[in-house]
RNA sequence: CGGGGCGUAGCGCAGUCUGGUCAGCGCGCCAGUUUUGGGUACUGGAGGCCCCCGGUUCGAAUCCGGGCGCCCCGACCA
């Protein structure tokens, strides 16, 4: 993509009303645009980072055996009144009615639409188990949004749905998606720590939320420190295998949000407890029989019996993350996007556009690039260094591969890594070839 | 929902108390000159229902009434 003709309004001056960091950062790099409190519009700057991240989500989903779907936006009422929360919902849940004044809603999330939807079809312990998920819009009319897309009213997530004939069998499918969890927020350079938590409306036993500890985060967290240092994905088991001595290791290491936390009767000596700020990145639950129960979905067990099925669901904030990965790496002049996520792969930077070897000499890197599977951003704006490297800075592309005359004289280029400022002096060879490496 | 703040050009703001001389500044944008490896300098230019509606007044961005919108703190919440 050429910068000339990329849609990227990128601001030199913070809008007032963001005040923190990584809602500062999204206006100015020209990611998102508020349409209203707690709505955003995905300009395409963002709107890249965002299927990245959908994508990363999606691929360990369907690692883990998941099957992707995808349900309606607007949802009739009905099936709310039959499992007892369009009450309980209260005014968070934004209802509607049509021409005919039927009582629709936004939807919030989507227990009852998908055990409609097994109920319908599954008939059968045989054909279990099962775990649906979308990657879908939802909106809660919260009382006050804020952050950017941190706490949006409309935001996009990721929900999966486990069915399960018996507890042990939703138990494992309750750790296939914690192992799951570990791993998708790990591609994204995230270190997230799951987190005995409430269980809250959405009732059930088994819960975890899993944390990027962040100053800015709403939620107050407790961990055992040798969270800090801990590569979660050390000894990881495939999903095939047993998973249970896994999630037995990584649930026994202290981690609580202050819901959860009894200052009185922790386990962890208070030497090595850390007390933090974290911000909700995913949660899953196990609630058994909540749903199927009241909404009948029964499947026939092995004697020929009815049984409730057993589920749990499974959500990621997929426009939040976008949030808390800015939370947690950038610095003072922009993002700084870890590799698996950013919008491009190599900001290409063109010191002096009309220069003729320069703009050569891009031209060829801009397609050789491109040739290797490399998503580039070329800036061929005719604007001065500064602002060139601002923006790039700004925006925050992994690499910056910086091209000007005074370098082609002595037949380099410059190749910068955003992440630490290191940068080296190559031919333009072996920075085609570093790059690609 | 309690408390606080804000709404003037795309963005950041001044002006409001004390009505007229008030449509302003910086950045950005357009044209030109200049400069050329970390947001250059200069000249010229475009751009505004001063959030909306009503009132007071000879006269309202400014005063009064009523709305609407947005932000922050708290409580609440995936």
């Given at each position: 993509?050429?910068l000339?003709t990329?849609?990227?309004?990128?601001?030199?001056?913070?809008?007032?009303?963001?005040?923190i960091v990584s809602h500062?950062?999204?206006l100015r790099?020209?990611m998102?645009?508020q349409t209203s409190?707690?709505?955003?519009?995905w300009?395409p700057?963002g709107?890249?980072?965002l299927?990245?991240?959908e994508?990363?989500?999606r691929e360990?989903?369907?690692?883990a055996?998941?099957q992707?779907?995808l349900?309606p936006?607007?949802?009739?009422a009905e099936l709310w009144k039959?499992?007892g929360?369009?009450d309980d919902?209260g005014?968070?849940?934004?209802?509607i009615?049509?021409?005919?004044?039927?009582e629709m809603?936004f939807?919030?999330?989507?227990?009852e639409?998908?055990t409609?939807i097994?109920?319908a079809?599954v008939?059968?312990y045989?054909?279990?188990?099962?775990n649906?998920?979308h990657?879908?819009?939802?909106?809660?009319d919260?009382i006050r949004?804020?952050f950017?897309v941190?706490?949006?009213?409309?935001?996009l997530?990721?929900?999966?749905?486990?069915?399960?004939i018996d507890?042990?069998?939703?138990r494992r499918?309750?750790?296939?998606m914690?192992?799951?969890y570990l791993?998708?927020f790990?591609r994204m350079?995230?270190?997230?720590i799951p987190?005995r938590?409430d269980t809250?409306?959405?009732?059930g036993d088994?819960?975890?939320?899993?944390?990027i500890?962040?100053?800015?985060?709403?939620?107050?967290v407790f961990?055992?420190?040798?969270?800090l240092?801990?590569?979660?994905?050390?000894?990881?088991?495939?999903?095939?295998?047993d998973?249970q001595?896994?999630f037995?290791?990584?649930?026994?290491i202290?981690a609580a949000t202050d819901?959860?936390?009894?200052?009185g009767?922790?386990?962890?000596?208070e030497a090595?407890?850390?007390?933090?700020?974290g911000?909700?990145v995913?949660?899953?639950f196990?609630?058994g029989t909540k749903?199927?129960k009241p909404?009948?979905?029964?499947?026939?067990?092995p004697?020929?019996?009815p049984v409730?099925?057993?589920?749990?669901?499974?959500g990621i904030?997929?426009?939040?993350?976008m949030?808390?990965?800015?939370?947690a790496s950038?610095?003072?002049?922009?993002?700084i996007?870890?590799?698996?996520?950013?919008p491009f792969n190599?900001?290409?930077?063109?010191l002096?556009v009309?220069d003729a070897?320069?703009d050569?000499v891009?031209?060829?890197?801009?397609y050789?690039?491109?040739a290797?599977?490399l998503?580039?951003l070329y800036d061929d704006?005719d604007?001065?260094?500064?602002?060139?490297?601002?923006d790039?800075?700004?925006?925050g592309?992994p690499?910056q591969?910086?091209v000007g005359p005074?370098?082609l004289?002595?037949?380099?280029?410059?190749?910068?890594?955003r992440a630490?400022?290191e940068?080296q002096?190559?031919?333009?060879?072996?920075?085609l070839?570093?790059?690609?490496?």
């Open positions: 993509m050429r000339s990329f849609f990227l309004p990128t601001l030199k001056e913070t809008p007032t009303e963001a005040q500062r950062l999204m790099a020209g998102i645009r409190a707690g709505i955003y519009a300009l700057l709107h890249r980072v299927k990245k991240i994508q990363i989500v360990e989903q369907d690692a055996g998941a992707e779907l349900m936006t607007i949802q009739s039959e499992s929360r369009y919902y005014k968070e849940m934004l209802r009615t049509d021409r005919h004044d039927r809603l939807g919030p999330t989507n227990e639409m998908i409609d097994f109920r079809f008939k059968s045989r054909q279990l188990p099962l649906l998920y990657i879908q819009w939802k909106f809660r919260e949004p804020r950017g941190m706490r949006g009213r409309e935001f997530m990721k929900d999966a749905y486990s069915f399960d507890a042990a069998s939703a499918s309750y750790q296939k914690f192992l799951a791993r998708t790990a350079g995230l270190k997230a987190m938590a809250g409306p959405i009732g088994l819960s975890h939320e899993f944390i500890l962040a100053e800015t985060g709403e939620s107050g961990c055992h420190k040798d969270w240092t801990l590569d979660v994905l050390q000894n990881a088991p495939g999903f095939d295998e998973l001595p896994f037995d290791t990584y649930t026994s202290y819901e959860k936390h009894e200052p009767n922790c386990p962890v000596p090595d407890l850390v007390s933090a700020r911000i909700e995913g949660h899953i196990n609630f749903y199927s909404m009948n979905a029964v499947v026939a067990g004697g020929g019996e409730p099925v057993e589920m749990g669901s499974y904030g997929v426009s939040r993350l949030g808390a990965i800015i939370e950038h610095d003072d002049n922009g993002i996007w870890p590799d698996a996520v950013a190599v900001g290409l930077v063109n002096k009309g070897e320069t050569r891009c031209q060829e890197l801009y050789k690039l491109r290797n599977g998503e580039v704006r604007e001065r260094p500064g602002v060139k490297f601002a790039m800075d700004l925006i592309l690499w591969l910086v005074r370098g004289k002595n037949g380099v280029v410059e190749l910068k890594r630490t400022g940068k002096e190559l031919s333009v060879e072996s920075a070839e570093k790059l690609s490496a």
